[in-house]
């Protein structure tokens, strides 16, 4: 499909971790929040609250409890987004409903949907305006440590964190990690799971297009499978997923 702004922006846009100096204006910020309103969201029910940390303390804070990646500390815009189970919770209670149930597994995973849809809406509009982005899934790590920090009261979980800032040259010339291709993860109507081969050939065809002929599958992904699946930050990821889960039960 050639010629549509939308679909080239969702093909060119990369993270970004290294920014300019330059701030992100008022009005900037403000579309990039406008654009996650828009977002779809289960019943228009919103199931999110955005916090925006300006307090240069907390973003290093922050930095230091999502695997230490200082990065995120020199963002000009930090937004955390939680999925929050809370709000329509105290609007029932003050609406004086009194035998409502308390959220359960299903309003968190349905809130964490909701809350990630915003959270790339804000994505795609900063791609238009030339602002770059990176998630931060680490931020739902450290669950103490992070309701501490960041005020968490019962049903406010932390789904993602996104930092936004304009990219260096050199941001800009990286080259986006290229995908799967389309038979590796889409399925005709049920689930059926990749052969051994096929995901051999499914990973060496990623790294081929990644600029990587000599690609080593199993060196490769044993390599990956000690980096990041049984890192201590993964595990730390789980330990903390099960506390907040535990409020739903
Ligand atoms: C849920 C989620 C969590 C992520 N967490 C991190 C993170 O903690 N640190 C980081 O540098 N990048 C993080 N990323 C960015 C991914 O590494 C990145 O999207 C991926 O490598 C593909 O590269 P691209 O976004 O440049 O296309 C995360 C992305 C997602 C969607």
Redesign the pocket.
Known sequence: MENNAILSALTAR??V?VFTGDPITADERGAILHAAFQAPTAGNQQLYTILDITDPALKATLADL??H?PFIAKAPLVLVFLADCRRWLNAYHAAGIEDVRKPGAGDLMLAMADTCIAAQNAVVAAESMGIGS?????VIENVEAMRDALHLPDFVVPA?MLVFGRPTEQQQRRP??ARFAEAAVVCENTYRDRTPDELRADFTARAAANGQPDYDFDKAVTAFCNRKYASDFSQEMTRSAEIYWKEFE
């Not at 990176?134 to 680490?138: E, P, R």
């Open positions: 990369k993270s971790r999502c695997d990646q990176c998630y931060i899934g680490d993602c986006k990690p």
